[in-house]
Nanobody
Framework: QVQLQESGPGLVKPSQTLSLTCTVSGVSITTNYYYWHWIRQPPEKGLEWIGRIEYSGSTYYSPSLKSRTSISRDTSKNQFTLQLNSVTPEDTAVYFC???????WGQGTQVTVSA
C-alpha cells in the first residue's frame, strides 16, 4: 500500500518561501511511470494543480505558478519537495501531495500566509 505524508510549516510570512515535503512509503519514487504531484485547495475554492515530478526526475508546473515554483526530490529519503517563492495571502491553502497511479493522496497540510 502506497502512502504519502506531507510535512512542513503551517505558517509562512508574505514574501517568504513556502517549503513542503512529501514522504512516500510503499513504493520508490523512482519506480517507472510513477508521477508525484502537488495540489492545493484555497479556502472555499476548488483544487488547483501546482506541478509534478516524474519517476525520471522531470518536472512540470502549472503555467500560472511556474515562475515561483520548484519541485525536487531526495531519492535517498524517498521524498519530494515543493518550494513556492514570494508567497502572498492568496497562497493560503491546504496542500496535498498525490500519486494517481498509486491512487493515493496525503491527508493534506494547512499552510497560512500571514504576517
Amino acid at each position: 500500500q502506497v502512502q504519502l505524508q506531507e510535512s512542513g510549516p503551517g505558517l509562512v510570512k508574505p514574501s517568504q518561501t513556502l517549503s513542503l515535503t512529501c514522504t512516500v512509503s510503499g513504493v520508490s519514487i523512482t519506480t517507472n511511470y510513477y508521477y508525484w504531484h502537488w495540489i492545493r485547495q484555497p479556502p472555499e475554492k476548488g483544487l488547483e494543480w501546482i506541478g509534478r515530478i516524474e519517476y525520471s526526475g522531470s518536472t512540470y508546473y502549472s503555467p500560472s505558478l511556474k515562475s515561483r515554483t520548484s519541485i525536487s526530490r531526495d531519492t535517498s529519503k524517498n521524498q519530494f519537495t515543493l518550494q513556492l517563492n514570494s508567497v502572498t495571502p492568496e497562497d493560503t491553502a491546504v496542500y496535498f501531495c498525490a500519486s494517481p497511479r498509486a491512487a493515493s493522496w496525503g491527508q493534506g497540510t494547512q499552510v497560512t500566509v500571514s504576517a
